[in-house]
Nanobody, 132 residues
Framework: QLQLVESGGGLVQPGESLRLSCAASGRTPGRTQADYAIGWFRQAPGKDREGISCISAYSIATKYADSVKGRFTISRDNAKNTIYLQMNNLTPEDSGIYYC?????????????????????WGNGTPVTVSS
């Protein structure tokens, strides 16, 4: 089993920044967390969960939702077993519960983020509220 724990959410004003962290622990037979693609997903009230940004195993590829391109940056530090989402210039539309998720190979970042497909493990989420 892979355990994912998100942190870093909170209440901020429009235009401010937040950095979310996802701490991964555990392993599955033959794999460590470094072997998994990791994604950040957002669920706003009354809406479906959507892929915001995903990063492949060993940081080979990344994908971003159009709504966050140029403002959000995903990264991972496999030595620390942590995945980050730097969120800049936040808007009220960025509000929601942010979930970290892991998908093992051969799931691609496209499938994971675009279609929320192939997810093996989910975290419990961290809330982000952007409001003046």
């Amino acid at each position: 089993q892979l355990q994912l724990v998100e942190s870093g959410g909170g209440l901020v004003q429009p235009g401010e920044s937040l950095r979310l962290s996802c701490a991964a622990s555990g392993r599955t037979p033959g794999r460590t967390q470094a072997d998994y693609a990791i994604g950040w997903f957002r669920q706003a009230p009354g809406k479906d969960r959507e892929g915001i940004s995903c990063i492949s195993a060993y940081s080979i590829a990344t994908k971003y939702a159009d709504s966050v391109k140029g403002r959000f940056t995903i990264s991972r530090d496999n030595a620390k077993n942590t995945i980050y989402l730097q969120m800049n210039n936040l808007t009220p539309e960025d509000s929601g519960i942010y979930y970290c998720a892991a998908a093992g190979p051969p799931v691609t970042v496209l499938a994971m983020c675009e279609y929320v497909h192939g997810i093996d493990f989910w975290g419990n989420g961290t809330p982000v509220t952007v409001s003046s």
